[in-house]
């Protein structure tokens, strides 16, 4: 009786077949060897990757240089391109919210940030909501700027690092000597941004946008978060509700240059600024540039200070 | 001998309604034998095609047939479930790529195939309109499906109710068609497919619904604890996914414990297989792995066996029939025994008497070979699609 369905699914299959079996089943069409290619949600994974694997596999970031990468919904053109990708980086910590609503094959996909999940920010005041018979559901989410910790760089860096190697296991050698001077490039900025924190004591720091959480865990920067535009001059009350909160020794971080105006108001509220750029877009200059340079503005601005 | 072809073809159209059965039997008996062997012999290429180019495949432990029969043509009805973190876990081996599989639900008699896009590069799957599913909720169609329902680019297909009486249930979701597959050959012409997100929303495990913080959804929420907004089960959910929409849609849970029916690895060399395989052996006992080529073959030695005895059976029947034709052949020329006598008093000499009896067996046998030989070639090229069709209307 055991045998018998199987053998019923072949005669059935026998009669309903879906196709003349005289047609040569090797005229299947088979597709073109398709183009190879990696692609990065944002800036920091576009260089870990791009200085990875080399000039051995191109390396795409498709969000256009004027949107921030967190912010970011792909049309349907760029999922397209992302599901021709050879590996997919993503940050991790909801990074990508649209990530659950599109079709990606999972074992492309990499979460750069998953292996330190026990170290994402959580942030408050999130609301979550429960209905039906389900019960609760959370919709809360976490920081995303994970790369500011450069610790947590590191292990994003090491996770690219560990999906090229385990796609391209003939490149591993290279790409295992590559994270060797990435990760000794990153400890160096790690080190330049400890010796701030080291020179900055428990002064005030003002951030322009909710972005440093990581950044300000793990160089024990804390400070207050606003969500002024380098670009846009902040009101009337925004300025007063500052001056208010201002203390003598504090310093104001944004994520990119003020505008002039901006800057000559900050300089007459003798409140110092310096620029730290996160570095999520894509920019004419890399990644690692981006934060030596911001290195450099702070070792300028403690030495200013000194 | 122009005149014994006169005298030949009188007596055929004469006695055509004999002769017609006579040629009926013995092409039937010369042909059905064969068209068996070859309908067969294609089958179990075609099969064993299918099972070749998926040689190893993942499931929930069970009958290694129905999880082979289930993956390769989604034909099981209640297939086992296996967690979806098994993916990562097939991954995580390194010796192979996974895609998943899931084919519980189906949209009227067509199954709907949950997967993701490298299923399609895997089977070399060609779009012959639109484009491949990239949103939550899209669908891409096989071109029988297509035919069948006469649905194209831009029309709807609809998810049918595992059960017409559950009226607490989930509700049909209604999927956009963004492509439609060119013929393959193969099962997937016969399949709806989706990503493995959109089944699970078919399932009920993910959702999208009206926003509750906004000014139209004050009627659903109950209270509000911290930072929890608890709402009754009338908040409305949506049975299409637009661009709308789409951001309100989300899962409840983790989806590694949500629901697949089966995992097709796909190692780059046959040792990475050979090594995945024995991983799988060795070390986990809660799934299955399964080389569904072995397994397909064993399933067609039997169906080799019930056709050699069905052949045999065909064999026997035709040896009844040649039997019963040699006896007309042989009433015949008793009958005919006047007309012998006759031509022979006209003149007629006995070579040229006995080629004109042999003209109906003649006649008979090479009709029957002929008309038998069309028939096997008509086979080969078509013997199945025919009988499909003969079979659906």
New interface residues.
């Given amino acids: 009786m055991s ?1 018998f369905r ?2 019923l ?3 059935i ?11 040569d ?1 090797s ?5 073109e060897a ?1 183009e190879v290619y990696i692609a990065a949600v944002n800036n920091p994974l576009y260089y870990f990757a791009n200085r990875l694997i080399g000039d051995q596999v191109q390396v795409r970031l498709s969000v256009p240089a004027d949107i921030d990468p967190a912010q970011w919904q792909p049309s ?1 053109e760029d ?2 391109q992302l ?1 021709g990708a050879e590996l997919f980086l993503l940050n991790g910590a909801g990074y990508s919210p ?1 990530i ?9 996909v990499v979460t750069t940030a998953e292996a330190v999940r026990n170290h994402w920010v959580e942030l408050e ?10 019960g ?5 989410g976490y920081a995303f700027t994970t790369w500011m910790d450069m610790s947590l760089a590191k292990a994003q860096a090491k996770a690219v690092a560990s999906a090229i190697s ?1 796609r391209w296991p003939q490149w591993s050698d290279d790409v295992s000597e590559r994270l060797s001077a990435l990760l000794a490039d990153i400890d160096e900025l790690n080190r330049g941004y400890q010796e701030f924190a080291a020179i900055s004591g428990d002064r005030q720091f003002i951030y322009s946008h909710p972005v440093y959480q990581y950044f300000e865990r793990a160089y024990g920067l804390p400070g207050h978060s606003l969500h002024w535009e380098p670009e846009v001059m902040p009101s009337e009350v925004e300025w007063r509700e500052l001056s208010e909160k201002l203390q003598p020794d504090a310093l104001f971080i944004w994520e990119a240059e003020p505008a002039v105006d901006i800057a000559a108001k900050m300089n007459a509220l003798g409140l110092p600024f310096v620029v730290i750029a996160p570095g999520a877009n894509r920019s004419e200059t890399d990644w690692l540039s981006l934060q030596r340079a911001n290195v450099s503005r702070l070792q300028l601005q403690g030495m200013v200070e000194e | 001998m122009g005149d014994l072809f006169y005298l030949g073809a009188r007596y055929i159209s004469h006695h055509r309604v004999k002769l017609l059965v006579l040629t009926f039997a013995i092409t039937l008996v010369s042909w059905l034998p064969v068209a068996i062997q070859i ?2 012999d ?2 179990a ?3 064993l ?1 299918r099972a070749e180019d998926t040689p190893l495949v993942i499931g929930a432990p069970g009958s290694p ?1 129905e999880l082979s ?1 289930g993956s390769l ?1 989604f ?1 099981a009805k209640t297939p086992a479930r296996l967690e979806y973190s098994e ?2 876990k097939v ?1 995580a081996t ?1 010796y192979a ?4 599989l899931y084919y519980r639900f189906r949209a009227q008699d067509y199954p709907i195939v949950g997967t ?3 299923y399609f ?1 895997y089977r ?1 799957l ?1 779009l012959a309109n639109g ?6 909720g ?1 669908a891409v169609i096989g071109n ?1 499906v297509a035919e069948a329902m006469s649905l194209g680019v831009g029309d709807h297909i609809i998810s049918s109710p595992e059960s017409v009486f559950d009226l607490a249930g989930v509700y049909p979701l209604k999927m956009p068609v963004v492509g439609v597959l ?6 997937d ?2 399949a709806v497919f989706v ?1 493995v ?1 959109t089944t699970w929303v078919i399932q009920g495990l993910g959702h999208g ?1 009206q926003d ?2 906004k000014r139209e959804a004050i009627g ?1 929420v109950i209270k509000r604890e911290g ?7 009338s ?1 409305r959910q949506f049975n299409t996914i637009t661009s709308d929409n ?2 309100s ?5 983790e989806s590694a414990g949500f629901p697949i029916s089966a995992i097709i690895p796909v190692a780059p060399d046959d040792k990475s297989a050979a090594l995945l395989l024995g991983h799988f052996q060795e070390e986990r006992e809660d799934v299955q792995i399964v080389r569904s080529q072995r397994v397909i073959s064993q ?2 030695d ?2 080799f066996t ?1 056709r050699d005895y069905i052949v045999v059976g065909i064999a026997v029947v035709a040896i009844a029939t040649a039997t019963v034709a040699l006896l007309v052949f042989y009433l015949s020329l008793r009958l005919r025994s006047g007309e012998r006598f006759t031509l022979a008093r006209i003149g007629a000499s006995r070579l040229q008497v006995q080629v004109l009896m042999a003209t109906e067996v003649i006649c008979v046998l090479l009709i029957s070979a002929v008309l038998a030989t069309v028939l096997i070639f008509l086979t ?9 069709q003969l ?1 659906l209307t």
Avoid at chain 1, 136 to 140: I, K, M
Avoid at chain 2, 97 to 100: L, T, V
Avoid at chain 2, 227 to 233: I, M, P, S, T, Y
Avoid at chain 2, 380 to 387: E, F, K, L
């Fill in positions: 045998s199987p053998c699914f072949v005669l299959y026998c009669c309903l077949a879906l196709v003349g079996c005289g047609q089943q005229s299947q069409q088979r597709t398709p349907v999922l397209l599901q649209w659950a609503n599109v079709s990606l094959a999972s074992g492309r005041g999130q609301v979550t909501h429960s209905h039906g018979p389900q609760d559901h959370a919709h809360g385990a | 309908i067969v294609q089958t290429e075609q099969l095609k047939l029969l043509y034909r993916l990562k991954e390194g790529r996974a895609i998943p993701s896009p490298d590069s070399g060609q484009r491949p599913a990239a949103l939550l899209e029988k060119a013929p393959s050959l193969s099962p012409d016969e990503d997100k619904h509750l913080n659903q930072d929890n907004l608890v709402a009754n089960a908040v789409l951001d849609f989300h899962f409840h849970g399933l067609l039997t169906v019930v080969r090229q078509y013997g199945i699609s025919m009988m499909q079979l």
